[in-house]
């Protein structure tokens, strides 16, 4: 999606965004799926420094292809911003393991929330995109 037509709107922002979001629901998703497991250290994304690190590319004019998408991942390239971070914020148990189901859930709704607005906007770009190419006919 990195052609020229999109390149300088925020078409390049909001596909990061949504393989960021992807990647935090699933690694969210883990920690659930782990909530039982004794001394398993949840994992999350760094939404602070993914933020930080897009608003500053957007600011620049870079292309802010800074995240990879997750299939990337899968064949062992490294993402440039928003490593996974340990998540020790939750209530100590004896057990060593300190996930919160109410807490997972939570970002789980706000990574939800953000994925489906840029997935929203994007839609709305490319509606209007269509119009536009539709009226040229």
């Known amino acids: 999606m990195q052609t020229g037509l999109f390149k300088y709107t925020t078409t390049p922002a909001l596909e990061q965004v ?10 969210l998703q883990g920690n659930i799926a782990n909530i ?6 949840a994992r999350d994304y760094d939404v602070e420094g993914f933020q930080a690190e897009l608003r500053e ?13 997750p299939v990337e991942e ?8 928003a490593g996974l971070a340990d998540d ?24 939800y929330m953000m994925h489906n607005t840029a997935l929203q906007l994007m839609k709305h770009q490319f509606q209007l995109l269509q119009d536009a190419i ?4």
């Open 18 to 27: 949504i393989y960021f979001s992807e990647s935090r629901q699933a690694a």
């Open 36 to 41: 039982s497991t004794p001394n398993y250290i």
């Open 57 to 69: 590319a957007i600011e620049e004019k870079k292309n802010p292809a800074l995240f990879r998408n």
């Open 74 to 81: 899968k064949e062992g390239k490294v993402h440039r911003i």
């Open 88 to 111: 020790q914020r939750a209530i100590l148990r004896h057990d060593n393991n300190f996930l919160s189901v109410e807490t997972q859930v939570t970002e789980m709704q706000k990574t």
């Open 134 to 137: 539709m009226q040229t006919r």
